[in-house]
């Protein structure tokens, strides 16, 4: 007879991992000074691991406004927004995000991970056909396992494919093309302009996760359809609060009609209890000083500028990436481990990402800023990299002669998409 537990106890990754002292999952942070720096194991360390794109959630707007709300309602909401969940709170954040982001209607989710769920899960019927992205974050792959409708996966921002794929598709079933805004672990942004034009041509919708591109991209920060012009075009974008906007939580915004069906038909949202109150009070509050301070966004952009092209200058390679996520390429598991050990011991927190996040042979170091971040902050890690890297072998002994700069997008501008591989 066989045991599902047998697996467990015979699963020895992990252990391995700590017996050689490489592990590096589930470090406990002890306290935050200002998000971007964190205690870990009693050290002070500089952390370039989070998502916190404006460093908002160390604000004392966005503190104030969370303690607030839970003077007012409490906790929890206690239910499920389709019963005895919906706050005020609630509707008041649906609205705010609804016409920040230029939608008919918005609906608020409790995570980011259900806010796709429910998105994909509940638009295909049975034989509709979604074109997902290979690289797709992990709520989306879900959210089509949970959907009725067939999954045709292209390759990687590959225009050409998807098109293959399209053409080849019976012309009478609903089609849905779903990507992310910002690729989560590579940084890269997808092919929007491409996307939509095969969508007209074929009939499809378009769903586009921009959980890495609200707050991020655009001038206003309203994410991938603003950086590209493209607001009107788009039909579906969900996002998630758990980055810019300091908290915890997800939003779907569009057409009122699809809005209000998913609302109705999301299995992750009416089977799950509603956003805490001071959750939905810290994301209202962020989107207001997102809206105030969109110089925040512009200080991201050149952060994430500097530290692209002061890895560049070293030799390393950050991929096709154009944001503030900026994946170290490394290419292999022990290397990337040993990276992530010498640079935690140096008091700095990165986040290696290995298969199954990535394939084999893309190992990476994913690092990630904050607009709070400080230029001392910064050439402290840009140092230790050089040093680092060059001890372990991973870069040049001397600076290459030449490399090629990364120019990010700014206020009113646009930069050419560019593919990791
Ligand atoms: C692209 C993308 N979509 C969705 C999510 C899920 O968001 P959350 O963590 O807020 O549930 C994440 C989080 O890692 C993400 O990177």
């Known amino acids: 007879m066989s045991d599902v ?13 700590k017996e050689m002292d490489l592990y590096p999952f589930y470090q406990a942070i002890e306290a935050s000074y200002g998000a971007t720096e964190v205690s870990v194991q009693g050290r002070r360390m500089i952390m370039i691991g989070s998502n916190n794109y404006l460093g908002l959630s160390a604000d004392p707007r966005v503190k104030e406004a969370a303690f607030n709300a839970i003077q007012r309602y409490g906790t929890t909401a206690s239910g499920s927004r389709l019963l005895n969940g919906t706050l005020a709170l609630h509707e008041e954040l649906e609205a705010k995000l609804a016409r920040f982001l230029r ?51 292209y390759w990687h921002n590959d225009m050409a494919h998807l098109e293959e794929l399209l053409a080849g598709s019976d012309p ?98 009416i089977f799950s209890a509603a956003l805490p109150p001071p959750c939905a009070a810290a994301a209202l509050k962020a989107l207001e000083i997102l809206e105030e301070e969109p110089e925040r966004v512009t200080r991201l952009m050149d952060i994430a500028e500097k530290m692209h092209n002061g890895l560049r200058a070293m030799g390393y390679d950050t991929g096709g990436s154009v944001t503030p996520i900026i994946p170290v390429m490394i290419g292999d598991r022990m290397r990337c481990f040993a990276l992530w050990k010498a640079l935690f011991q140096e008091g700095i927190f990165t986040n290696p990402v290995t298969p199954p996040a990535v394939s084999a042979g893309r190992e990476l170091l994913r690092t990630s800023y904050m607009a709070t971040h400080t230029d001392a902050q910064l050439d402290r890690v840009l140092e230790a990299f050089e040093r680092l890297g060059r001890r372990l072998g991973l870069i ?21 998409l560019r593919k990791s591989a």
């Not at 537990?5 to 991992?17: I, N, Q, R, S």
């Not at 295909?124 to 045709?152: K, M, T, Y």
């Not at 092919?191 to 769903?207: E, N, Q, S, T």
């Not at 290459?400 to 009113?412: D, H, I, K, T």
């Open 5 to 17: 537990f047998t697996k467990c106890v015979e699963w020895k990754d992990a252990d391995l991992a």
């Open 103 to 153: 939608r008919e209607a918005a609906m608020v989710v409790s995570t980011g991970f259900q806010t796709n769920l429910a998105a994909i899960s509940a638009l295909p019927d049975r034989g509709d056909i979604v074109f997902a992205d290979r690289f797709n974050h992990a709520s989306l792959v879900d959210g089509l396992r949970l959907s009725q409708g067939i999954e045709q996966r």
């Open 172 to 269: 009478a079933v609903g089609k849905l093309i779903v990507a992310d805004g910002v690729f989560s672990m590579d940084g890269d942004v997808c092919d929007l302009p491409g996307i939509l034009a095969l969508a007209r041509k074929y009939g499809a919708r378009v769903v586009i996760d921009d959980a890495h591109a609200m707050g991020v991209l655009g001038a206003k920060g309203r994410g991938t359809a603003e950086y590209f012009g493209l607001e009107d075009e788009l039909d579906l974008v969900t996002g998630t609060f758990s980055k810019s906007f300091a908290s915890l939580g997800g939003v779907i915004a569009g057409p009122a009609r699809v809005i209000n069906y998913i609302r109705h038909k999301a299995r992750s949202v």
């Open 396 to 416: 040049p002994r001397t600076r290459p002669s030449s490399y090629v700069p990364v120019q990010l997008a700014r206020p009113g501008g646009q930069v050419p």
